[in-house]
């Protein structure tokens, strides 16, 4: 399938699915007068952008971390960025400017990745661009909340650029700062690690942390008062009973059997039954959810894959696997997307893996399965998995599967007196 068809099978996909999510919610809020969440498929408008007047307003006196916190813990760095757009004047034009930016550097993107940045565009390649950066359901969502990991997907983009062109040094200050804004961003540094790379490893960690120091440095108790206060709200957070308990906008495997099992006990009348409150199904899930990022990292290193599926493996860990992903983590997949696009290899799998990009890229909230949550918490989880099982094939057949951890069990050793562990690539 030609890179040219491809883009064009998505943004056909993203127009019918944009429209028809669209003509849906505005008949049930104008015709049925229905209010929030059928009217819509975003978030709460009564908290339109919230998360980032939550940062700002946080770190506009540099104690985020203090009693002033309403139990939030963001990320050092992304607080100290919180700060600076607190010192804008007037303030109005705080929002306007980051969200501006983030605009301009998707478009940048975009037009980069699909055609060259340089390149003149004829008509329908407009068309596929306004498609791609103002219709899509994770932007918008990301855009409607406002969160900072509209920073963090130009950061990652940076990075994946750099390291394609083998520079590698620049590619580690731009992976450190997607790290400093959101820490499970670390997941890319897999990259270095399939490739050997274990120094720029090192220096990605150093600049994320270097990132992290000075901004705590920065904050008004100082480095050591304002790291405790910080732990001890991340330890807050991580042990509030509350957090995370009303699960809605999500497309993590977690979120999606908490789902379902509240819906089939309502159905079979058992009453409530809530995943979140079971800490032994927590932890289950989450040696699970580990020894899958496992299998799927020893696959990778076993068997090198063109960058564009390494990406597209890694962002859709970084989304299904963690115990909550709101949706505006789904605009991680567009550097992957991107990659893809722009590949000059083909493959008779090509309509399908463009299609499913298509359908995460669209609104589904056709039916809701409770109060908040709709159908797509189950969907888009689906498609993720249809993802990777379409990318990586072999790595979900039976073949694959014994062929890895033979590999892993049987390389993974030490050799010698030396003590070192053999390099599974070096053979």
């Known amino acids: 399938m030609p890179a040219e068809k491809r883009v064009s099978l998505l943004v056909l996909i993203i127009v019918v699915g944009f429209f028809a999510g669209v003509a849906y919610h505005y008949a049930l809020g104008t015709y049925f007068e229905r209010g929030w969440p059928a009217n819509t498929f975003l978030f709460k408008p009564w908290d ?5 007047t939550k940062v700002v307003d946080q770190s506009s006196g540099l104690d985020p971390f203090g009693a002033g916190g309403d139990g939030f813990a963001g990320s050092p760095f992304g607080q100290m960025v919180g700060y600076l ?6 303030a109005s034009l705080r929002l306007p400017l980051f969200l501006g930016s983030f605009f301009v550097a998707l478009i940048l993107m975009v037009k980069h990745g699909l055609y060259g940045l340089k390149s003149r565009l004829a008509s329908g390649q407009w068309l596929a661009l306004f498609a791609i ?5 994770p932007v918008l969502f990301a855009a409607d909340r406002a969160n900072f990991d509209l ?7 940076l990075f994946a650029l750099a390291y394609s062109r083998q520079r590698y040094k620049s590619s580690t200050i731009f992976l450190g700062m997607a790290m400093a804004l959101k820490p499970y961003a670390a997941v890319f540094i897999m990259v270095y690690i399939f490739d050997r790379r274990y120094r720029d490893t090192l220096i990605v960690f150093f600049n994320a942390a270097l990132l992290s120091t ?4 920065l904050f008004k108790g100082g480095l050591l008062d304002e790291a405790r206060k910080y732990f001890e709200l991340l330890w807050h957070m991580g042990n509030d009973p509350s957090f995370g308990s009303d699960l809605a906008y999500t497309s993590d495997l977690f979120s999606l059997l908490t789902v379902v099992t509240r819906s089939v006990a309502d159905a079979l009348g058992l009453g409530p039954v809530d995943l979140l409150e079971h800490s032994n199904v927590k932890l289950g899930y989450g040696i699970l959810a580990a020894a899958l990022a496992v299998y799927l990292a020893v696959h990778l290193w076993q068997n090198p894959q063109p960058r564009w599926k390494t990406m597209t493996v890694l962002t859709t860990l970084i989304i299904l696997l963690p115990f909550s992903s709101h949706d505006y983590r789904l605009i991680y997949l567009f550097v992957p997307m991107l990659m893809y696009l722009s590949a000059d290899e083909t493959a008779r799998r090509d309509p399908v893996i463009v299609t499913i990009w298509g359908l995460l890229l669209v609104p589904k909230d056709y039916y809701h399965l409770g109060p908040i949550q709709s159908i797509s918490m189950i969907i888009n989880p689906v498609l993720l998995i249809g993802l990777l099982r379409y990318v990586v094939p072999e790595a979900f057949s039976a073949r694959g599967i014994r062929s890895s951890l033979r590999l892993a069990v049987s390389r993974l050793r030490f050799t010698g007196q030396s003590g070192k562990l053999e390099n599974p690539r070096s053979s």
Request: net charge positive.
């Open 48 to 52: 339109r952008f919230g998360d980032f």
């Open 85 to 90: 757009f607190s010192v804008i004047r007037p």
């Open 133 to 137: 950066v103002f219709l899509t359901y």
């Open 151 to 157: 920073m963090v997907l130009p950061c990652l983009f």
């Open 214 to 217: 000075v901004s705590l440095a």
